[in-house]
């Protein structure tokens, strides 16, 4: 089956800093990529759309500038937390459609566990 | 609006029982719908969806879903539940407009007791 994986799993920062958290697609070519928010016991928040060459869409109420999402190739996705806050502190999951169809499942990766200081 | 209902938040069912998880959804028409589960701190794992067809849709793990238009209704269910099937179950409704996108419910934690 289709697999996805996310780096890194856990990531402990600064406040201030940022963090990139990488998505791959690892045996199909992905155009269309998603990142959800998770806060604990709760589901997941669908951030943005991020799109192969092309720039993301985002989800009412996510701050673009504070998210960016770099989709640079059909295989590789990136969400970087630009000047981390203790609120920013998540779990971060993305997700990817095999293209052979609109309609498909998506598969998501093992998420990344962000925690600021 | 969008949205997704899954109005438990948590299903408690003792080993061997049926379960069932329940979620209603939003859009008129051909919804497409799925469910997945999640276990501690990992990803979503696919267990099925409805696209079109029979009403009744078969998932990994021994999990079936029904379609129930007139209910706007996707419940998942399992003829006889195991300890391994507690997790956190999310249904999930696609939405056209742009990439297909999927809005998930709240999500249902499932407790099976030996």
């Known amino acids: 089956g289709a697999v996805v994986s996310q780096h890194p799993s856990w990531v402990i920062c600064k406040s201030g800093t940022s963090v990139k958290i990488e998505c791959r697609s690892l045996?199909?070519?992905?155009?269309?990529m998603f990142w959800y928010r998770q806060f604990p016991k709760q589901s997941l928040m669908l951030m943005a759309t991020s799109n192969e060459g092309s720039k993301a869409t985002y989800e009412q109420g996510v701050e673009k500038d504070k998210f960016l999402i770099n989709h640079a190739s059909l295989t590789l996705s990136t969400l970087t937390v630009t000047s981390a806050h203790p609120e920013d502190s998540s779990f971060y999951i993305c997700s990817a459609r095999r293209p052979s169809g609109d309609t498909g499942e998506l598969f998501f990766g093992e998420g990344s566990r962000l925690t600021v200081l | 609006a969008q949205s997704v209902a899954q109005p438990e938040d948590q299903v408690n069912v003792a080993e061997g029982n049926p379960l069932t998880v329940k979620c209603t959804y939003s859009?008129?028409?051909?919804?497409?719908l799925f469910w997945y589960v999640q276990y501690p701190n990992r990803g979503l794992q696919f267990l099925l969806k409805y696209i079109t067809g029979d009403n009744l849709v078969k998932g990994s793990y021994g999990f079936e879903a029904e379609f129930n238009k007139s209910q706007t209704s996707f419940h998942l269910k399992k003829p006889s539940a195991l300890v391994s099937d507690s997790a956190l179950y999310f249904c999930?409704?696609?939405?056209?407009?742009?990439?297909?996108?999927?809005?998930f419910g709240a999500g249902t934690r499932l407790a099976v007791h030996p």
């Open positions: 999930a409704e696609m939405f056209s407009g742009g990439y297909n996108k999927l809005i």
């Open positions: 045996d199909f070519q992905a155009t269309t």
């Open positions: 859009v008129s028409g051909n919804p497409y």
